[in-house]
């Protein structure tokens, strides 16, 4: 590690004024790592030539059988190091934080972090160990990116955990404690910095805000339903074309029940211009909403359910004078490597297959007369586990 701190820390624009952010989200992997998920890292990395990797949260598919036979630890351990290594081979710092299926592999977020501070470029150790202010812990921390010929500081990377599922199949509401945290980082960066820093955020579960960019779809349509509490039977949603910057829905939003003030305490302390998650994986909205650019990355990995060749990595470019006028774009599959996978049946599957019960019972719902009520329900029920399995 120690070379590369030496070459990266701290972190800087350009000498164009420029710095890239790759986000990788929902690589979903076992320890026999498909080879298409790693042609699309190497690819995009070679493409973007990032200033920093952000891997957004299930990174590990935790529920998989392996992880509940013995010598899981390793097998999870060999996950995270074959997935950074494209970083490792490039010499790219890259900054971690967790999703739902991570913990699931038996090994909490505490000593998964620990695997990946002992990776060359991993920010996480270098902030803890440099920037201690900066780092709350397993996956919550600060990165700041200074100027690219002194020390003031013109953009700020925050990571934070969102937390996993609560039990009852929906998901952890946003720890107060976590907004708390980095509202009050954006705070102590400013008065260090002596003005306002940009702040962009980075988590794995989208924000209950999504579905407030959201409208009803009319007639003829496409539109994906709700997710529990947002679900109603015949009902589907699309974005509201005001408020939408690029891209589109193809699955529920699977958001908490409950919103614990995230975004709204977001607002109010004004340093972050942008919020972007992945965790549903077909899902490629940026909406802005109330002065906060709301975003989804697509899954860059074929572990586990997503769309097909469009599986891309997220690019990101700031731009020293004013980081908040980003630009942001898609760096898919089927640009970078092709129209075709090793498993292109498979995939084509996975791309199909509803991956919720309010999903599986809005396909089905044409069927009702036929198959009747029972049946549905037991259908979908059975598919949201196969394919959503501790969501």
Known sequence: MDEIDRGTWPLRFDSEGRFRVLQLSDIQETSHVRDDTMALLRAALDEARPDLVV???????????????????????????????????????????????????GMGNEE???????IPGCVNGMVAAREPSLYRGAGTL????????????????????????????GYEPFDPAQTAWVTGCAHDLAERAGHRVPCILYQHIPPVQVYDCLRDAC?????????????????????????????????????????????????????????????????????????????????????????????????????EQNAALYTTR?????????????????????????????????????????????AIAAFALGVATRQKRGR
């Not at 700041?144 to 009852?168: E, Q, Y």
């Not at 339903?225 to 005001?242: A, K, Q, S, W």
């Open 55 to 105: 891997l957004t949260g299930d990174q590990i598919k935790g529920y998989a059988i392996e992880f509940s036979l013995g010598e899981s630890t390793g097998r999870a351990r060999t996950v995270v190091r074959k997935i950074c290594s494209p970083m490792v081979e490039r010499n790219i710092p890259f900054v971690v934080t967790y999703g739902n299926h991570d913990r699931q592999c």
């Open 112 to 118: 998964q972090e620990s695997w990946y501070k002992a």
């Open 142 to 169: 600060a990165v700041p990116v200074l100027a690219h010929d002194g020390d003031d500081i013109r953009l700020a990377v925050l990571v934070a955990d969102s937390g996993a599922g609560s039990g009852s199949s």
């Open 219 to 319: 007639e003829g349509e496409y539109g994906v339903p709700g997710f529990r509490t947002h679900y109603h039977p015949g009902r589907t949603l699309v974005p509201i074309e005001d408020l939408r910057v690029s891209g589109g829905l193809r699955e529920p939003v699977c958001s908490p029940d409950t919103d614990t003030g995230e975004v709204a305490a977001l607002m109010r302390e004004g340093s972050t211009f942008a919020l972007y998650f992945g965790h549903d994986h077909k899902n490629t909205l940026v909406s802005h909403y109330g002065g906060l650019d709301l975003g989804y990355a697509p899954s860059a990995g074929f572990g586990s359910y997503g769309p097909g060749t469009a599986r891309a990595a997220r690019l990101f470019s700031f731009d």
């Open 330 to 374: 898609l760096l898919t599959y089927a640009e970078l490597v092709g129209s075709r996978t090793e498993r292109p049946l498979t995939d084509w599957a996975s791309e199909r297959v509803p991956v919720s019960t309010e999903e599986a019972r809005e396909m089905a719902r044409p069927a009702l007369p036929v198959l009747g009520a029972a």
